[in-house]
T-cell receptor
Framework: ETGVTQTPRHLVMGMTNKKSLKCEQH?????MYWYKQSAKKPLELMFV???????ENNSVPSRFSPECPNSSHLFLHLHTLQPEDSALYLC????????????????FGSGTQLSVL | DQQVKQNSPSLSVQEGRISILNCDYT??????FLWYKKYPAEGPTFLIS?????DKNEDGRFTVFLNKSAKHLSLHIVPSQPGDSAVYFC????????????FGDGTTLTVKP
């Protein structure tokens, strides 16, 4: 299997549920990301991990909790979400070379379409 | 304030003609620009990019033009094909980390046979 794989593809959850989104990349990349796409809004960066270390949290509410156990896997743990959190959640990876030479393109998974009831 | 804007939510063109998708940005620190294409039920896929040291980059039917003074870039698709029908996102980056790209809202392109 190649590329970036996200599971599940669809998720419906109540506001009191706890669920997790999973992402796996098979590209040997060293950086992984969570993006959120709400209806009629641009993609919003949520979290960035470089070499398993979180390097950015873009003012995301604490009901979203990321986890990166290794450079190939990324999770997004969800708890007590609100209906307005319903959106498409996209995982992406890239190979960051640093030193000003970066600007690598992102490789995205197919996303998890989340509905919070 | 949205730093990357795609002012046309949709565009419809006839097969074989040129498609021109536009993107404007406000942050002069952006120095790398990318276009992504997204089909329904799939994640975005990289299409073409351009560095701020260039004003044009071409890859087959796709050409991206950058006008730094106007803070404007455009994607030209010639000739357009029905399989090009998708949502096109413009993205801009000012750091060495591609993941920190700022995205536009997207333009839905429909190419009619």
């Amino acid at each position: 299997e190649t590329g970036v794989t996200q599971t599940p593809r669809h998720l419906v959850m109540g506001m009191t549920n706890k669920k997790s989104l999973k992402c796996e990349q098979h590209l040997g990349h060293n950086a992984m990301y969570w993006y959120k796409q709400s209806a009629k809004k641009p993609l919003e960066l949520m979290f960035v991990y470089n070499f398993k270390e979180q390097t950015e949290n873009n003012s995301v509410p604490s009901r979203f909790s990321p986890e990166c156990p290794n450079s190939s896997h990324l999770f997004l743990h969800l708890h007590t979400l609100q209906p307005e959190d319903s959106a498409l959640y996209l995982c992406a990876s890239s190979q960051e070379r640093g030193g000003g030479v970066g600007n690598e393109k992102l490789f995205f998974g197919s996303g998890t379409q989340l509905s919070v009831l | 304030d949205q730093q990357v804007k795609q002012n046309s939510p949709s565009l419809s063109v006839q097969e074989g003609r040129i498609s021109i998708l536009n993107c404007d940005y406000t942050n002069s620190m952006f120095d790398y620009f990318l276009w992504y294409k997204k089909y329904p039920a799939e994640g975005p896929t990289f299409l073409i990019s351009i560095s701020s040291i260039k004003d044009k980059n071409e890859d087959g039917r796709f050409t991206v033009f950058l006008n730094k003074s106007a803070k404007h870039l455009s994607l030209h698709i010639v000739p357009s094909q029905p399989g090009d029908s998708a949502v096109y996102f413009c993205a801009a980056s000012g750091s060495t980390n591609a993941g920190k790209s700022t995205f536009g809202d997207g333009t839905t392109l429909t190419v009619k046979p």
